[in-house]
């Protein structure tokens, strides 16, 4: 099968999220100029850079309150900084909570009994038991093509790890098992890893 996105697939659900994946997913809390704070998943996520660290994730849709875009992009906007917190398997459930589209004023911490922590290097929260943080200053907000298409880029500036995610110095994501999004509905946990060695190491 082949197809031109610009002319349609044919199938009963777009199979291009299925596609490109697994996708890791940011958990991107911010807190707006007013104080009022969001959390919210997003599955267009990644690591970008190692030196300085960044990352990027990108917002598509929009909500009537905020301008063309949603809670996330909006208050960045205006204070220049997020908190990307790493989802793990047993936080499925209250990760899946704070992906409605809740009014603005809605606080997704309080609203999903999540505990939140005080960030070290930016004003703003962070889920205080994911297995790691990564606090971030904005560094560019692109508008892509399409509308309401933003992508966010952000420099690492504080990082946290949870303890028991540390084994023999290094952080071992098989001890929280990292949840992932596929396409549709679905889901998936990373519970098994192994090891390539490049060619000329």
């Known amino acids: 099968m082949f197809y031109r ?3 349609g697939h044919g199938l009963p659900h777009n199979p291009f999220n299925a596609i490109v994946t697994p996708r890791p997913i940011g958990w991107i809390s911010t807190r707006g100029a007013d104080g009022s704070e969001n ?5 267009f996520f990644n690591a970008v850079a ?5 990352v990027m994730f990108s917002s598509t849709g929009q909500k009537a309150d905020r301008d063309g875009t949603k ?7 205006e204070t220049g900084v997020f908190c990307v917190n790493i989802v793990e398997f047993a936080m499925k459930d209250v990760m899946n909570d704070t992906s409605g589209p809740w009014d603005k004023d809605v ?3 309080t609203r999903a009994g999540i505990e939140r922590a005080s960030c070290e290097t930016i004003p703003c929260s962070r889920v205080a038991k994911a297995p790691a943080n990564l ?3 904005v560094t560019q907000i692109v508008q892509l093509e399409g509308p309401a298409n933003f992508a966010v880029f952000g420099e690492v500036t504080g990082v946290h790890m949870r303890d ?12 929280f098992q990292p ?3 596929l396409g549709y509905r679905d889901y998936s946990r990373i519970t098994e890893v192994f090891s390539l060695k490049r060619p000329g190491e």
């Open 71 to 77: 809670d996330s992009v909006s208050n960045i906007r």
């Open 135 to 137: 606090e971030c200053r």
């Open 39 to 43: 959390l919210a998943p997003y599955s």
């Open 50 to 54: 190692y030196t300085p660290p960044q």
């Open 5 to 7: 996105p610009e002319d």
């Open 179 to 181: 949840l992932t999004r």
């Open 164 to 175: 028991d995610c540390l084994k023999d110095g290094m952080f071992d994501i098989l001890s």
């Open 107 to 109: 606080d997704e911490f």
